[in-house]
């Protein structure tokens, strides 16, 4: 049993919804994984449930342990929907990074290489003072490590302006595609040039504020970068 | 009444979900401007309802003109949906690129530059053999441009393992924020750094399949990259 408990409390327990109907090689419930690229990313997209219809909205999100932080004006409509529905709003998150193109022989086995972590859960309303700044915190600290002690924290009116919900990491799966193209073994002599182009990410020169006072240097965290 | 005209044909007509509550500045309906982010883009995020939940999920797409193409297997979930729902699937589709970080004095204004463009409408499958072809060239192109015409077309078996649907360009709008921090007048002599830490996009050296046949070359298509 000993194994058992091990094994659960490194991985997210699959559901109904977890569990997808094809490329089950793909998924992966491990927490390790699903933090990692959780923490890789900038943006997630937030979908929830409007009259009926989905809708999918880019937004910036932060992770405290196994909760997830959004935020925004306490007037958006997902913020003000997760106040307004008991017990909160359904919604799932995903994250999303594309690491390659993958060229096959055939149109048909062209993909790409990803990884991708996907959410389900109720989001709720943030209330405790303390969390929220936590949150907060959270969400600039994702933008820039270590940035949140070098700003101004939120005053009163900026926090009375500021919807955070929390979404826990419960019903979460990862998803991933790695290696070459896998065409058909009848299709492997085709004269068609079949492999990966990988995608690569990184930082441009950082861009200083044009109103930026006298004498303030670039600080060390963004030099490394 | 020429220039209105003039000017419904270049912009989509906003509707009650395509204008913001907050932040209207940032939006956009041109179409250029939504055809090149959308072209930008390697994977868009698909919205769609299940059960009365939110399912948010990462996948290719294509566009030809004033439509967007999505595809997958004949059984995963959407593309079943949409054959079984009439007439057709609520989805939202949506795909985001990240330009940069924002960094303002103030934790408040942190914020990343980013082009977004979020499509709202009814995803239908497409079952014309014709429509269902050019649709999946345009997939095909979308990750390469000129790819399909180098690459072995898909066969019979592989059409009736592979579900189209559509999405038609017509409720849909442009977000985006460019451009330095926005502090508060007070906080501009603050010590902290203000600027913006540019997101750079490229690729890495093509990586050929390890069972590539003997002979083949880079096309120059990839070379240029």
Redesign the interface.
Known sequence: MQGTTETEAAAYTPTD?TVP??SMDRSSYDKELVHAILDEG??C??????D???????T?YGRVGERLYVHG?T???PLRMSGETDPGL?????V?H?D??V??????H???N?R?V?V?GIARQVTDPEERRMA??A??NH??PG??A??????KK?LAA?AVIRLDLDEVSAKLRTG??N?DPE???????????????????????????PG????DY?KA?
Chains 1, 2 share one sequence.
Do not use: M
């Not at 009926?52 to 880019?58: H, K, M, N, R, S």
């Open positions: 919804r109907t094809r900038y943006v997209h937030l979908g929830f449930v409007r009926g219809a989905p809708v999918v909205l880019p910036l004006s007037g958006s409509r359904p919604v799932c998150l995903t999303t594309v390659g193109l060229l096959a022989r055939s149109a048909f062209h993909s790409i990803y991708s996907v389900h907060l915190d969400l600039v933008v820039v940035r949140a070098d700003s101004r924290p939120a005053n900026e500021t070459d193209a065409d299709d492997l002599a085709l004269p068609h040039w079949a492999g990966v182009l990988p995608l690569q990410k990184g930082y441009g020169a950082p861009v200083p504020n044009a109103d930026l006072a303030v240097e670039l600080p963004l970068r």
